[in-house]
């Protein structure tokens, strides 16, 4: 017996336990469980989908594809430390005029990111 079956909810509410908005028509969970579920089972997919908003939001080019992303030789090491503390991984445009593209973004902490806004990325990348 599954715990869907143990406590029965009205028809209509989400099957979550504790939670009780209502789902659409035809559908288990409400929207807000059903992402939560889906950011769990498509960590990748979850982060890109941020990513793109967050672009999107700040009003940056963003020409990086799902696919691209997924392939990315540093995705694993972004999705191991990504987070809120300084030492976190943050995907970084390494020229801050141009936008998310797949030659353009690099792994940075936060801590390292937000230096660069206050020194200029050419004295700390002399070419
Ligand atoms: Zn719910």
């Not at 143990?6 to 979550?16: D, E, S, V």
């Not at 939670?19 to 059903?34: E, F, I, Q």
């Not at 970084?92 to 792994?107: E, M, S, T």
């Amino acid at each position: 017996m599954n715990r869907h079956q143990q406590i029965k909810k009205p028809k209509g509410l989400c099957l979550t336990d504790r939670c009780t908005k209502h789902a659409r028509k035809s559908r288990n969970y409400c929207h807000c469980c059903a992402a939560r579920k889906f950011a769990i089972s498509n960590p990748i997919c979850y982060a890109f989908n941020n990513l793109k908003q967050n672009a999107k939001r700040r009003g940056h080019d963003f020409s990086l594809t799902l696919e691209q992303f997924r392939n990315w030789h540093l995705i694993d090491a972004y999705m191991e430390g990504k987070g809120k503390t300084s030492t976190s991984m943050s995907i970084d445009r390494r020229d801050n005029d141009q936008g998310y593209h797949i030659d353009n973004i690099q792994l940075l902490t936060l801590a390292g990111n937000t230096r660069k806004r206050y020194v200029p990325y050419y004295q700390e990348n002399p070419y």
